[in-house]
C-alpha cells in the first residue's frame, strides 16, 4: 500500500438536512464515474491495481466523522466503514502506511488500524469496536481494529 496524492474530489451533490455531500472521485485528473461520500479527501491510498482506500470528512464542527471507502475502478464502490458518534469530533492526523495496514488517529487517545482484504472475509453483526458503523451485511473487505478501545461516555473502556 502507498500514499498517493493524484486522487481528487469533485462535488456531484451538496449537503442538505437529509443526506452527506457526495462526490465524483478523480484519478490522475480522469473522473472515474464512482461517487462517495465526504467533502475533504483526508487521504488517498493505492491498495493494488484498480484498487483504492479513500479517507474523507465533510467539515462538521463538533460532530466530524470520518468515512473509509474501498473502490475499485471496474467495480465501483466495494465497501464503507464510518468512523465517529454523537457529540463526537475528530481530527485524521498521525497517518503510518505500512505494507499490509494502515494505522491514524481520529478521536481520543486510540490509535485505528485498517486491513484491505482483496477477498470478502465474513463479518459477525457487532464485531466492529466502538465508534465504527458500516452497512448491515455478513462480508467485509475492510477490518477496522482500535487500540485502545474507544472510551465509553463513563470512561470505562
Not at 474530489?9 to 437529509?18: E, G, T, V, W
Not at 452527506?20 to 475533504?40: D, F, H, L, P, R
Not at 463526537?88 to 491514524?104: C, N, Q, S
Request: proline share 3%; hydrophobic share 40%; net charge neutral.
Amino acid at each position: 500500500m502507498k500514499l498517493i496524492d493524484t486522487v481528487s474530489l469533485d462535488i456531484a451533490k451538496h449537503s442538505d438536512a437529509f443526506s452527506e455531500t457526495q462526490c465524483y472521485v478523480n484519478i490522475n485528473n480522469a473522473n472515474t464515474k464512482i461517487i462517495i461520500s465526504g467533502k475533504t479527501l483526508e487521504a488517498a491510498i493505492f491498495v493494488d491495481v484498480d484498487l483504492y482506500l479513500l479517507f474523507t470528512t465533510d467539515g462538521i464542527d463538533y460532530e466530524e466523522t470520518l468515512k473509509i471507502s474501498l473502490i475499485h475502478l471496474k467495480k465501483g464502490l466495494l465497501e464503507v466503514v464510518s468512523l465517529g458518534g454523537q457529540y463526537l469530533t475528530g481530527a485524521f492526523e498521525k497517518l503510518r502506511v505500512r505494507d499490509d495496514y494502515i494505522a491514524f488517529s481520529f478521536f481520543g487517545d486510540t490509535t485505528w488500524t485498517v486491513r484491505v482484504m482483496r477477498d470478502p472475509s465474513l463479518r459477525l453483526p457487532f464485531s466492529d469496536p466502538r465508534g465504527v458503523s458500516r452497512r448491515f451485511g455478513f462480508k467485509k473487505f475492510i477490518d477496522i481494529s482500535a487500540n485502545p478501545p474507544l472510551a465509553r461516555a463513563d470512561g470505562r473502556r
